[in-house]
């Protein structure tokens, strides 16, 4: 099974407009984190947000919040009010364990938003 | 500034030509970790690095070496580079705490014909 499920191929999103990206994970770790990475055609990798397990409340970071749902096993990214330059794929991940955890991050297939004007 | 910097960017090789691709941080990580990014495949680890001496497979490791003699240095060996292993090739470094965000190199792209 795999641990990281983003069911959006692609994503087509009028400028201005919110836009939610769809995660789902898969562990049995109680202590894990959640990531969202974006990708431009550039291709280099930048971090935009992090989730706790033990988080208690949802991330946020300017205009990119999680919404983070344990229960259910979601980490939705939302980015409020979208601009052309938030056009790029983007990839959520998992990394498992604690302190002195080995395991790298689990990454989903990602999602390709595409910010029309 | 911090950085974690992957050298070379491109590289166009032939099959069984010896290669490395060099990673170095600068922000005294203790994990460091190599990446293939495909199309339609997402990232997969290759290698990883706890701390000097201490490296461990990833989830596709065959074909390549790794070496941490270094805290800053982490390079990716090829030792016989075949067609399969064209990919993006990212390194990246963190400290050794699930809660950290990695951060990535820049990116090398290998061409291997």
């Known amino acids: 099974a795999q641990k990281i499920t983003q069911t959006q191929p692609g994503m087509f999103v009028q400028e201005k407009e919110a836009v939610t990206l769809d995660c789902t994970y898969d562990t049995s770790d109680q202590s894990y984190g959640l990531f969202w990475y974006k990708q431009p055609s550039s291709g280099e990798m930048i971090f935009l947000i992090y989730q706790g397990s033990y988080d208690e409340q949802n991330a946020t970071e300017g205009r990119y919040s999680l919404n983070f749902q344990k229960a259910r096993k979601s980490a939705n990214l939302v980015i409020s009010a979208s601009q052309l330059g938030d056009s790029a794929m983007y990839f959520c991940?998992?990394?498992?364990?604690?302190?002195?955890?080995?395991?790298?991050?689990?990454f989903g297939k990602g999602t390709h938003l595409i910010i029309q004007p | 500034e911090a950085q974690v910097t992957q050298n070379p960017r491109y590289l166009i090789t032939v099959t069984g030509k010896k290669l490395t691709v060099t990673c170095s941080q600068n922000?005294?990580?203790?994990?460091m970790s190599w990446y293939r990014q495909d199309p339609g495949l997402g990232l997969r680890q290759i290698y990883y690095?706890?701390?000097?001496?201490?490296?461990d497979k990833g989830d596709v490791p065959e074909g390549y070496k790794v070496s941490r003699k270094e805290k800053r240095n982490f390079p990716l060996i090829l030792e016989s580079p075949s067609p399969n292993q064209t990919s993006l090739y990212f390194c990246a470094s963190s400290l050794a705490y699930s809660g950290q965000p990695q951060h990535f190199g820049d990116g090398t792209r290998l061409s291997i014909l």
């Open positions: 690095s706890m701390n000097v001496e201490v490296t």
């Open positions: 991940a998992m990394r498992e364990g604690t302190l002195g955890g080995a395991d790298g991050l689990t």
């Open positions: 922000m005294n990580h203790e994990y």
